[in-house]
């Protein structure tokens, strides 16, 4: 069963910072590049940061130097540290294989965390 569960989005101020986490299926989390996605109302689902299971990362121009993605397989969880938020980082995150995860014939997807920056 796939497991792809996010938490830690809240309102914060712009120049804060947050935390996500994604708890994920173990056997997705030890075989697969994981990644955090941003949805944002009338956008694609972007990725924004991606981490290989040798811990190699790679990020979005508009966040690089702002957010770090790290992953632990003790807890078979993926982390985002969001720092310096801006306006523009307002949206649903998601974590996901890359590439994402399929169910059936269709893209799967956890339920998201929101993320809103707003004074």
């Known amino acids: 069963q796939v497991q792809l569960v996010e938490s830690g989005g809240q309102l914060v101020p712009p120049g804060g910072s947050l935390r996500l986490s994604c708890v994920v299926s173990e056997n997705i989390f030890r075989s697969n590049t994981m990644a955090w996605y941003r949805q944002v109302p009338g956008k694609a689902r972007d990725a924004v940061a991606q981490?290989?299971?040798?811990?190699?990362?790679k990020y979005a121009d508009v966040v690089r130097g702002r957010f770090t993605i790290t992953r632990d397989a003790a807890k078979n969880s993926v982390f985002l540290q969001m720092n310096s938020l801006k306006f523009e980082d307002t949206g649903v995150y998601y974590c996901n294989a890359v590439p994402v995860l399929i169910d059936g014939s269709r893209p799967y997807w956890g339920q998201g965390t929101q993320v809103t920056v707003s004074s």
């Open positions: 981490i290989t299971t040798g811990s190699i990362t």
